[in-house]
C-alpha cells in the first residue's frame, strides 16, 4: 500500500470503530460508500482525460527500462493486488465503476487498446499529479469500505430484528433504515419506487459483491429459503473462498428482516446491476453518444456541445487505433497522430495543426506570404474576427505580441516576416474551417490545402 493514499482508508476505519455495533452504521457506510465509489470513477476519468498517468513514477520506470512509449497499463497495474487482503484488486476497481458506463469506455480505451484518450479542452491543466493522487485514495477509500458492509448489514439487520417495533429509533421497514428515512406510514409501492431506496439498496449490493464474490449467488438461496423452498446448495467451484462465511451471515440476517416485496426490491436491482455488467466494456468503448463526464468541461463556459464534441473526437481516435491489423500501417502511431489533432489542449491543436501544415508549403510560395498578407491586410482581418478568432489568441499562437499582430493586421510598418506571415494565413484557414466559414478567396489553395486536408475538424 501507498502510505501517503491512505488518509480516507484510515477514515473509513475510524468512522466505523466508533460506530461499532449501532446499526446506523449501515446507513452511515451507504454514503461513504457511494461518494467513494464516485470519486474513484470520476478521478480516473480525470487521470485519463489530463494524460496525468504519464507522469507516474511506475510508468517513467517502465518506459525508461524497455525503451517504449509510456504505457496506461504499468499506471493501473501499480498498487492493484492479486489477494483482497493485501489492497485493492482488480475486481474492487472494476465494481466501482460498474454504474459509470463512460469511465468504463474511456478507460478501455486508454488499457486494453493503448490509444490516447485525454480531453479535447480549451485550455491546459496544471498540477495533473494531483489527479492521480485523488484516484490512489478514493480507491483506497472504496476498498476500505466494502471490508465493513458485510458487518454493518449484520449489525443493522440483527438490531432491527431485535428491537421492540414501538421503539420511535426503529423505522417500519428495514429499506427506511438502509435509505436513513423516517416515515411513519408507507407502503410497499412507494419504497419499490422511492430511488433513495433503490440507491441505497444498489451501493449495498455493489460494496457486499465486490468484497465477497459470493455476495448474489448467498442472496439467492437465503431468500428463497425465507419464501419456503427446501434445497441443498453447494457453492460453486469457481470461486475464491474467502468471504463465503462473510456472504452467508450477511444473506441470511436480510432475509429475516425484509419483507417480500422488499425481497423482491433487491432481486430487481441485482437484475439492473447483471445489466450493467452484461454491458461489455469493447462494445462500451465504440458508443460515442456518452458524453464526455470530465471536470476539464466544467469551466471556462465549457457547455454539452463540448461535451459531445469531445467525445466525438476521442471515438474518431479509438476508432483509428481499434482497425484490424495491417503491416503497412502503424495503427498506433496512426492513433497517435489523430490525437494530436483531435485532442488535448485547443492551443496544443493549433501548434500542432500548423506545424504539420508548414512543411507542405513549398518554399516559393512560403517567399511571397509577407506581401499576400500585407496587401489583404484589411479582408483578412474582417475574416478573422468573423471566425471567432481573438488578436490575443492568434498572437499567442503565432507566438508574437498582440500589438505586433494589430500592426500587421493594419499595413502598416514594416512587413511581416515569413514565418509569422505563414502561421498567419494558415491559422487563418483553420479558424475559418472549423467556424464553418469559407476560406479567403485571397490565400492560395497551395496555402490553404495542406491545412484542410488534416483532420483537424468534427
Same mark, same amino acid.
Given at each position: 500500500?501507498?502510505?501517503?493514499?491512505? =488518509?480516507?482508508?484510515?477514515?473509513?476505519?475510524?468512522?466505523?470503530?466508533?460506530? #461499532?455495533?449501532?446499526?446506523?452504521?449501515?446507513?452511515?457506510?451507504?454514503?461513504?460508500?457511494?461518494?467513494?465509489?464516485?470519486?474513484?470513477?470520476?478521478?480516473?476519468?480525470?487521470?485519463?482525460?489530463?494524460?496525468?498517468?504519464?507522469?507516474?513514477?511506475?510508468?517513467?520506470?517502465?518506459?525508461?527500462?524497455?525503451?517504449?512509449?509510456?504505457?496506461?497499463?504499468?499506471?493501473?497495474?501499480?498498487?492493484?493486488?492479486?489477494?483482497?487482503?493485501?489492497?485493492?484488486?482488480?475486481?474492487?476497481l472494476h465494481a466501482a465503476?460498474?454504474?459509470?458506463?463512460?469511465?468504463?469506455?474511456?478507460?478501455?480505451?486508454?488499457?486494453?487498446?493503448?490509444?490516447?484518450?485525454?480531453?479535447?479542452?480549451? =485550455?491546459?491543466?496544471?498540477?495533473?499529479?494531483?489527479?492521480? #493522487?485523488?484516484?490512489?485514495?478514493?480507491?483506497?477509500?472504496?476498498?476500505?469500505?466494502?471490508?465493513?458492509?458485510?458487518?454493518?448489514?449484520?449489525?443493522?439487520?440483527?438490531?432491527? =430484528?431485535?428491537?421492540?417495533?414501538?421503539?420511535?429509533?426503529?423505522?417500519?421497514?428495514?429499506?427506511?433504515?438502509?435509505? !436513513?428515512?423516517?416515515?411513519?406510514?408507507s407502503d410497499d409501492a412507494a419504497r419499490q419506487a422511492d430511488p433513495a431506496i433503490r440507491h441505497a439498496l444498489q451501493e449495498t449490493v455493489l460494496m457486499m459483491q465486490a468484497?465477497?464474490?459470493?455476495?448474489?449467488?448467498?442472496?439467492?438461496?437465503?431468500?428463497?429459503?425465507?419464501?419456503?423452498?427446501?434445497?441443498?446448495?453447494?457453492?460453486?467451484?469457481?470461486?475464491?473462498?474467502?468471504?463465503?462465511?462473510?456472504?452467508?451471515? $450477511? !444473506?441470511? $440476517?436480510? $432475509?429475516r428482516v425484509l419483507s417480500p416485496h422488499e425481497r423482491q426490491h433487491v432481486r430487481d436491482v441485482i437484475d439492473a446491476l447483471a445489466a450493467d455488467e452484461d454491458n461489455d466494456d469493447s462494445d462500451l468503448a465504440k458508443d460515442t453518444t456518452l458524453p464526455c463526464t470530465s471536470d476539464r468541461h466544467r469551466t471556462h463556459g465549457s457547455d454539452t456541445q463540448a461535451r459531445e464534441d469531445c467525445a466525438k473526437a476521442r471515438a474518431i481516435v479509438y476508432a483509428e487505433a481499434s482497425q484490424p491489423w495491417s503491416a503497412d500501417i502503424d495503427r498506433g502511431a496512426s492513433a497517435d497522430r489523430l490525437a494530436r489533432y483531435l485532442l488535448g489542449a485547443r492551443s496544443d491543436r493549433a501548434q500542432d495543426t500548423l506545424r504539420a501544415a508548414r512543411s507542405g508549403v513549398p518554399r516559393e510560395i512560403i517567399d511571397t506570404t509577407p506581401r499576400i498578407w500585407h496587401e489583404q491586410a484589411k479582408a483578412l482581418?474582417? !475574416?478573422?474576427?468573423?471566425?471567432?478568432?481573438?488578436?490575443?489568441?492568434?498572437?499567442?499562437?503565432?507566438?508574437?505580441?498582440?500589438?505586433?499582430?494589430?500592426?500587421?493586421?493594419?499595413?502598416?510598418?514594416?512587413?511581416?516576416?515569413?514565418?509569422?506571415?505563414?502561421?498567419?494565413?494558415q491559422l487563418l484557414v483553420l479558424a475559418c474551417v472549423q467556424a464553418g466559414q469559407l476560406v479567403p478567396a485571397g490565400i492560395p489553395q497551395t496555402i490553404s490545402q495542406p491545412v484542410i486536408c488534416l483532420p483537424i475538424t468534427l
Open positions: 500500500m501507498f502510505q501517503r493514499h491512505l =488518509h480516507r482508508h484510515a477514515d473509513v476505519h475510524v468512522v466505523m470503530s466508533a460506530l #461499532d455495533g449501532n446499526p446506523q452504521c449501515l446507513p452511515v457506510l451507504i454514503s461513504l460508500g457511494a461518494a467513494l465509489r464516485s470519486d474513484v470513477a470520476s478521478s480516473l476519468r480525470e487521470v485519463i482525460a489530463t494524460e496525468a498517468w504519464r507522469h507516474d513514477l511506475s510508468v517513467r520506470r517502465e518506459a525508461t527500462h524497455w525503451h517504449q512509449k509510456p504505457r496506461f497499463g504499468a499506471f493501473l497495474d501499480h498498487g492493484l493486488e492479486t489477494r483482497r487482503n493485501r489492497g485493492p484488486k482488480s475486481e474492487h465503476l460498474l454504474t459509470s458506463p463512460e469511465t468504463r469506455a474511456a478507460l478501455y480505451r486508454a488499457d486494453a487498446a493503448q490509444c490516447p484518450q485525454h480531453c479535447r479542452a480549451e =485550455h491546459g491543466t496544471f498540477r495533473e499529479e494531483r489527479y492521480a #493522487d485523488d484516484y490512489r485514495e478514493a480507491l483506497f477509500g472504496w476498498y476500505a469500505a466494502i471490508q465493513h458492509a458485510h458487518a454493518c448489514v449484520v449489525t443493522a439487520a440483527r438490531w432491527f =430484528h431485535d428491537a421492540d417495533p414501538s421503539d420511535p429509533h426503529r423505522p417500519e421497514a428495514f429499506t427506511d433504515l438502509m435509505a !436513513a428515512r423516517r416515515r411513519p406510514h468484497w465477497s464474490p459470493h455476495t448474489i449467488e448467498a442472496i439467492d438461496v437465503a431468500f428463497r429459503k425465507a419464501e419456503g423452498e427446501h434445497l441443498s446448495h453447494a457453492w460453486g467451484l469457481g470461486f475464491e473462498p474467502a468471504g463465503r462465511g462473510e456472504a452467508q451471515a $450477511a !444473506a441470511e $440476517a436480510l $432475509a482581418r474582417d !475574416a478573422r474576427e468573423s471566425s471567432g478568432l481573438t488578436v490575443h489568441t492568434a498572437a499567442q499562437h503565432l507566438s508574437i505580441k498582440s500589438e505586433t499582430l494589430q500592426r500587421f493586421e493594419d499595413g502598416t510598418g514594416k512587413l511581416p516576416g515569413r514565418p509569422a506571415a505563414l502561421g498567419y494565413l
